[in-house]
């Protein structure tokens, strides 16, 4: 018998509507996807998601990065806009963790900034996991 379950939480539990990115980058002029290109090219994100650099120091970067395809004034609004979300929780699955959660223990473990603990306090999910393995605060990503 299983006694831990670990699970991801981007894609998993945590979903992030993509219609929002490209109402943001319509509005800036970007081309469709330039905030994730930005957002997740592997020298802005790694510091990030390996506790070198904050959250905050991540999103800057995105910024600087979005201002060499934009106008810089117009990067430094479309980061704080594409930030305001922690996502959305998938239900069916958290209904299902729900009900695992009687017989085994489930552990989070996630590639994540430094803003993961208010991410999930946002999403209400805080609570529901009975260890929390954070990358940026470890050291290390998962691969």
Known sequence: MYKLLVIDLDGVIRLWPHDIDRQIEAAAGLPVGAIKRAAFSVDILEPSITGRCTDEEWRCAIARKLATTTCPDMATE????????????????????????????????????????????????????????????MGVAKP
Do not use: H, Y
């Open 78 to 137: 479309v980061v704080p806009r594409w930030s305001m979300s922690s996502g959305t929780v998938n239900t069916p699955c958290l209904q299902l963790l729900e009900r695992l959660s009687k017989s085994v223990q489930i552990a989070l473990v996630t590639n994540a900034t430094s803003r993961l603990n208010d991410d999930l306090r946002t999403l209400g999910i805080s609570e529901r996991f009975a260890a929390v393995f954070n990358s940026s605060q």
